[in-house]
C-alpha cells in the first residue's frame, strides 16, 4: 500500500497513476500525474496534481447521470467525495464510486476504505486547475467573488473555496494557497413549490413567508419555484411582479447578466448585491409585489424586510434554522415571531431527502398541513 508520495518509483515513463498503473499497483492510495526525471530536475518538485480533463473524464465514468450529484468535495490529500442524492460516495481511480461507510478494512480518519481499491486524493494543483477552468483562466475577473469565499460559475453551480486569506484594512482581499473546493451543483426542480403554495396564499394575494431549513435541505430549490410559480400565475390568480436580491447568485444564477434558473417572467433580480442594499434598491426602483431573499438574518436584511412590509409589498425569505424553536433562539427573529410579522412559516429537513416538508404554520405556529 503506498501511503505518501515519498513511496512512489519515479520513472520516465510514469505519467498518471490510473489504467494500467493502477492494475499493477491496485493498493495504491494516491492518483497523481508524476513528471519525467527531466522535469524533476527542472522543477525540483516531485509530484503534480492530476490534471482536470482526467479528473473529469473519471468523474463522468463514476457517475454518468450527472444531475443526481449534489456536492463535489475535493480538498488538498484527502479522498475526493461527492454528494449524490443516495448519500456520500468516495471516488475511485479505476473511474466507479461507492459509499464511505461500506469499504471496510483501513481506517483514513472516521473513514474505511477497502485496500483493494484505490481512492482518488487530490494534490493542490488540481485544485488550482479546477479553479482556473471555472474562472475561464482569469482569476482577477473573479478576485472580489474569491474574496467572498465562492463564484458563481454557468449553469448557476457554486464553486466554494477554502485556503489562506490575504487581509487587508480588515478585509479579505483574496484567498490564496487553496486547500478545498465545494462545488455545489445547482438543481431546478420545477413543480416542487406547486402543493406548498395553497397554504401561502390568501384568495389571490401572497402571505408573507419565511422558509427554514438546514443547509442542504432544499430551501433555496424551493425558494426558487415559489418565485416563478408567483410570477407565472395559476389557477389562484394572476403572476406578481416579484423582485429577487440574490446576493450569492443562487436564486437566478445569474451568469453573464443572464439568469440561468426559470424564475418566471415577471421577475426582476439584483445580483451580487448585499442583501440590505438590494431589497431597499428594488423597493425604490421596481415597485415589486413580492420582495425575496436568501438566508436572511443580519440586523440590517430584518429592517430591509420591515420597510417593504411597511412599503405594502409582502416578503419572501429564507433563514437557516433546523425548525421553528431553532430560530426563536436568536433575539432578532424572536421579536418577528412577536410581532407577527410573518404570516406563514414553512420548515424543510434533509431528511429522508432534501426538500422533504416537516410543516407549514400560521402566524401562530399551528400546524396548517398534514406532512409531506
Known sequence: ?????????????????VGE?????????????????????????????MNTETFER????????????????????????????S?????????????TESYGKKKMGSLEIREDRSVVLAVQELIRGILETCSRHSLYAYEREISQGFLTICGGHRVGIAGKAV?????????RDLSSLNIRVAHEVKGCAKNVLPYLMDGETFLDTLLISPPGAGKTTLLRDLIRELSCGGTWGAGKNVSVVDERSEIAACFGGVAQCDLGPRTDVMDGCPKSEGMLMMLRSMSPQVLAVDEAGGEGEILAMKYGMNCGCRILATVHGADVGDIMKRPAWRELAEEKVFSRYVVLSGVPGPGTIVGIYDVNFQRMDKGS
Do not use: W
Request: charged share 30%; net charge negative; glycine share 10%.
Open 21 to 49: 498503473e493502477y492494475h499493477k499497483n491496485p493498493g495504491c492510495s494516491y492518483i497523481v500525474s508524476i513528471p519525467g526525471k527531466a522535469d524533476r530536475q527542472n522543477t525540483g518538485r516531485k509530484e503534480r496534481g
Open 58 to 85: 473519471l468523474l463522468k465514468q463514476a457517475v454518468p447521470d450527472g444531475k443526481t450529484i449534489r456536492e463535489i468535495r475535493i480538498r488538498t490529500e484527502k479522498p475526493v467525495m461527492i454528494l449524490l442524492e
Open 167 to 175: 487581509v487587508e484594512d480588515g478585509h479579505v482581499r483574496t484567498v
Open 87 to 99: 448519500g456520500e460516495n468516495l471516488l475511485f481511480s479505476d473511474g466507479t464510486c461507492g459509499k
Open 1 to 17: 500500500m503506498i501511503t505518501n508520495l515519498e513511496e512512489i518509483d519515479y520513472d520516465d515513463k510514469a505519467a498518471l497513476y
